[in-house]
T-cell receptor
Framework: DAKTTQPTSMDCAEGRAANLPCNHSTISGNEYVYWYRQIHSQGPQYIIHGLKNNETNEMASLIITEDRKSSTLILPHATLRDTAVYYCIVRNYGGSQGNLIFGKGTKLSVKP | NAGVTQTPKFQVLKTGQSMTLQCAQDMNHNSMYWYRQDPGMGLRLIYYSASEGTTDKGEVPNGYNVSRLNKREFSLRLESAAPSQTSVYFC????????????FGPGTRLTVL
């Protein structure tokens, strides 16, 4: 599986867009990009995933570069409740395993 | 829908004691997982079950055993607890293996003295 690189921490003002980058320069053609977040002491929460195209759902948007070597998770209007650790995960589902490999993630602090 | 439930929420064991962590899901999912999370670290997969009747090792299986009791339940057993197993344990489930989301339980906080 491709490794990912994320900044250790980021700050964002409440009401502004939070843009969380992720580098996955060794990603291969059949690997998906996933984003999860973990609010303090809770279980991780799925946010969004994509393969090639940009994706949007009620929580966030995922922008994947054309070469697929990096992506950005966008929370359009961050609130204090979005303060959490955000994990970018790249996973190949060509085999039989289904596990997600979590790194250390980015700690996003949304400030009033 | 309760989603994924885990019991107990907290547990303190002495070295050498055994215990079983319970996990259940009510979403009719085929696949279930056990992860552990150590302070300041991401999650690491212990075991997973692709479907009822199957289990496979993950990244850190040593010292653990699992049982997929039925489609709903997936338990994790520590036969002889060690201080290195002090961690937060999360259970998760998904419709199937593959590119779909995993739903996580609230976690069990285990301390081994």
């Amino acid at each position: 599986d491709a490794k990912t690189t994320q900044p250790t921490s980021m700050d964002c003002a409440e009401g502004r867009a939070a843009n969380l980058p992720c580098n996955h320069s060794t990603i291969s053609g059949n690997e998906y990009v996933y984003w999860y977040r973990q609010i303090h002491s809770q279980g991780p929460q799925y946010i969004i995933h994509g393969l090639k195209n940009n994706e949007t759902n009620e929580m966030a948007s995922l922008i994947i570069t054309e070469d697929r070597k990096s992506s950005t998770l966008i929370l359009p209007h961050a609130t204090l409740r979005d303060t959490a650790v955000y994990y970018c995960i790249v996973r190949n589902y060509g085999g039989s395993q289904g596990n997600l490999i979590f790194g250390k993630g980015t700690k996003l602090s949304v400030k009033p | 829908n309760a989603g994924v439930t885990q019991t107990p929420k907290f547990q303190v064991l002495k070295t050498g004691q055994s215990m079983t962590l319970q996990c259940a899901q009510d979403m009719n999912h085929n696949s279930m997982y056990w992860y552990r999370q150590d302070p300041g670290m991401g999650l690491r997969l212990i075991y997973y079950s692709a479907s009822e009747g199957t289990t496979d090792k993950g990244e850190v299986p040593n010292g653990y055993n699992v049982s997929r009791l039925n489609k709903r339940e997936f338990s994790l057993r520590l036969e002889s607890a060690a201080p290195s197993q002090t961690s937060v344990y999360f259970c998760a489930s998904s419709e199937r293996l593959g590119p779909n989301e995993q739903f996580f339980g609230p976690g069990t906080r285990l301390t081994v003295l």
